[in-house]
C-alpha cells in the first residue's frame, strides 16, 4: 500500500494547519500511524505515535487522529509557531510491509 | 542522552562495497532493535534493514535482499549495514535508528545524523 500527502500547505503564525495521509488500500484502522517532523538540515523526530499519541516533550498543539470514512490519517499543528516550519511524515505498517512512509508535506508558516 | 553516530559513508563505483557503522550509546544498547533508514534529498525515508536486540531476527526491504545485511556487536554497542553491488540508484543518506514498542505499534525514536553514500 501507499500513503499519500499533499506536497505542501502554509498558514500564517497562530493558525491552525492539518496534513492529510491517504492509504491507497486496506483500512487505516488496522494499523497504527506514527507522524515525524524534519527540520531542514536535521534528521526526523517523532511527534506523534499510535495515531494520536504524543511521546514526552512534544507539545499538545500537535494532535493526531484518523478517519474511516477517507481511509486517511491527519495531523493537525495549533498555534502554528516559525518553529514547525519542516517536512512532516506519516508511516504506517502492514504483515507484509513493516515501515511504509509517505511522501511527506512542507509545512510553511508565512 | 541517547546518541546515535554513523560513520564509514562516501563515493563508491557502482557495483562497489561498502560498509557502514553506527555506535551507540546513552542507553541499554542490548535491549533495543535496531534499524537503517535512508533518505534521497526531496524525498520520503524509506526503510532499509532491521535487526533485532539480540540479532537473531533480522528483516529486509524486499528489494534489497541478498545486497544488504545488517547485523549487531551489543558488546561494542554497534550496529553494522553491509551492502553490496551497489547501485546509483542506492545514493542517499543513511540513517541509523532505534525502535521503540509503543502499547501496539512499534516507532523510531532516536535517528543519527546519517550517513551520505553516493554510488557513481
Known amino acids: 500500500f501507499t500513503l499519500t500527502q499533499p506536497h505542501s500547505v502554509s498558514e500564517s503564525p497562530g493558525k491552525t494547519v492539518t496534513i492529510s495521509c491517504t492509504r491507497s488500500s486496506g483500512s487505516i484502522a488496522s494499523t497504527y500511524v506514527q507522524w515525524y517532523q524534519q527540520r531542514p538540515g536535521y534528521s526526523p523526530k517523532i511527534v506523534i505515535f499510535e495515531d494520536d499519541q504524543r511521546p514526552s516533550g512534544v507539545p499538545d498543539r500537535f494532535s493526531g487522529s484518523i478517519d474511516t470514512s477517507s481511509n486517511s490519517a491527519s495531523l493537525t499543528i495549533s498555534g502554528l509557531r516559525t518553529e514547525d516550519e519542516a517536512d512532516y511524515y506519516c508511516?504506517?505498517?502492514?504483515?507484509?510491509?513493516?515501515?511504509?512512509f509517505g511522501g511527506g508535506t512542507k509545512v510553511t508558516v508565512l | 542522552e541517547v546518541q546515535l553516530v554513523e560513520s564509514g559513508g562516501g563515493l563508491v563505483q557502482r557495483g562497489g562495497s561498502l560498509t557502514l557503522s553506527c555506535s551507540a550509546s546513552g542507553f541499554n544498547f542490548d535491549i533495543f532493535p535496531m534499524n537503517w533508514v535512508r533518505q534521497t534529498p526531496g524525498k520520503g525515508p524509506e526503510w532499509v534493514a532491521s535487526i533485532s536486540h539480540s540479532g537473531s531476527d533480522t528483516h529486509y526491504e524486499d528489494s534489497l535482499k541478498g545486497r544488504f545485511t545488517i547485523s549487531r556487536d551489543n558488546a561494542r554497542s554497534s550496529v553494522y549495514l553491509q551492502m553490496n553491488n551497489l547501485r546509483e540508484e542506492d545514493t542517499s543518506v543513511y540513517f541509523c535508528v532505534r525502535s521503540i514498542v509503543a502499547t501496539a505499534a512499534v516507532y523510531f525514536d532516536h535517528w543519527g545524523q546519517g550517513a551520505l553514500v553516493t554510488v557513481s
Open positions: 508511516q504506517s505498517y502492514d504483515s507484509t510491509n513493516p515501515y511504509v
